[in-house]
């Protein structure tokens, strides 16, 4: 690892901040230079678009490029000097025109972003032996779902050479064996084989091809919690007016996430103006055919439910959500059990009084 990659890990060039830092933009190349050590030596530094930094250090009394505080092993006094200002300089730019990113790879980076847009779990970095391995876990059951780990391709395939981040998940044994006949998917590393699969994150395979399969391992955390299938999925009453809908009769389609099951739990939360959980439905048809797209929406099946309850609006607000976790709800979730034992206890405390 050089000097520059060991700097800049997990970290995302802001551009406009290199603009503001003097960078200066020259082709495909932003450019930046600064003397150092009493105008004795001159650093040039180079980022490319895609954010990969290389330094170069010039020694103006001979003008020449100087490469000793490179080489690896005793470089003595002299070279460390200047090893130590270079870095110091790369650092300066990091701290002020980089954002720190929690992975290495962009497609790492990328599932933990849509993990926390649907779970608004984020990842535990527990260990500090390996700072760089995160766990991802359900908070109301503390069971792992997910793992990502950086490691050497050789020890997922002796063939292979080079550090790659690789995402180890729970699925069934006949589902594992079927992914391990394609590219991408690999023994667990440090993992139960039977119940985990290796996937390797470098773009082998799609996000889309990879989040259906950490579904399934989220789905269980909820299995070993002994917690039935209850959901939050959102409502917006901009686009579908479901007060009127429910008028008319008390059973309504709606579009299915993949993961809902016939007799699951529906608690349907309406968005502003109304910011609160008002009704509850049970699932009782899933799977149904349904093509749809337009510039918000776009529905492949959908599912049947019918009203169980109906909540004050108001009642189990956004606010009380957030006593529970939930910062805010952009797309179908599990249930809290907290807070579906809460709402249970208030209705029957309300059938009481």
């Not at 608690?267 to 048809?285: D, G, R």
Request: with cysteine; glycine share 4%; charged share 35%.
């Amino acid at each position: 690892m050089t000097i520059e990659e060991e700097v800049f890990q997990r970290t995302k060039m802001d551009l406009k901040k290199i603009r503001q830092y003097g960078f200066q933009k020259d082709q495909n190349l932003y450019k930046y230079s600064k003397n150092i050590m009493n105008n004795h030596f001159r650093i040039d530094i180079e980022i490319k678009k895609d954010g990969v930094v290389k330094g170069k250090v010039f020694d103006l009394s001979f003008d020449e490029e100087y490469t000793n505080f490179r080489v690896e092993g005793n470089i003595g006094a002299f070279a460390n000097q200047v090893k130590d200002e270079f870095k110091k300089v790369l650092k300066d730019i990091k701290d002020a025109c980089f954002v720190q990113k929690d992975f290495i790879y962009e497609q790492s980076n990328r599932i933990a972003a849509f993990i926390k847009e649907k779970y608004e779990d984020d990842p535990e970095f527990e260990w500090e032996k390996f700072p760089r391995y995160a766990t991802f876990k359900n908070p109301n059951s503390k069971k792992w779902y997910g793992i990502i780990m950086n490691l050497d391709k050789n020890k997922l395939d002796k063939k292979l050479h080079g550090e790659v981040e690789i995402m180890n998940i729970k699925l069934e044994p006949s589902e594992i064996e079927n992914l391990l006949k394609c590219n991408g998917f690999y023994p667990a590393y440090h993992m139960n084989k039977k119940s985990w699969i290796s996937i390797i994150l470098d773009n082998t395979l799609s996000d889309e091809k990879i989040m259906p399969l950490i579904d399934k391992s989220y789905a269980y955390t909820i299995i070993q919690n002994n917690r039935k299938n209850e959901w939050i999925v959102p409502a917006n009453p901009k686009y579908f007016d479901i007060e009127k809908a429910l008028k008319e009769k008390n059973t309504i389609t709606w579009k299915q996430s993949t993961d809902i099951k016939r007799n699951d739990i529906v608690y349907l939360y309406v968005a502003e103006p109304y910011s609160s959980i008002m009704y509850q439905f049970k699932v009782i048809e899933v799977n149904i055919p349904y093509e749809y797209q337009d510039d918000n929406l776009k529905i492949q099946k959908i599912m049947k439910m019918k009203l169980e309850n109906r909540y004050e609006k108001g009642k189990f607000s956004l606010n009380k959500l957030k006593e529970y976790g939930i910062k805010a709800v952009r797309g179908p979730r599990y249930m809290p059990f907290a807070l579906s034992e809460y709402i249970k206890k208030e209705e029957y405390r309300k059938e009481l009084s």
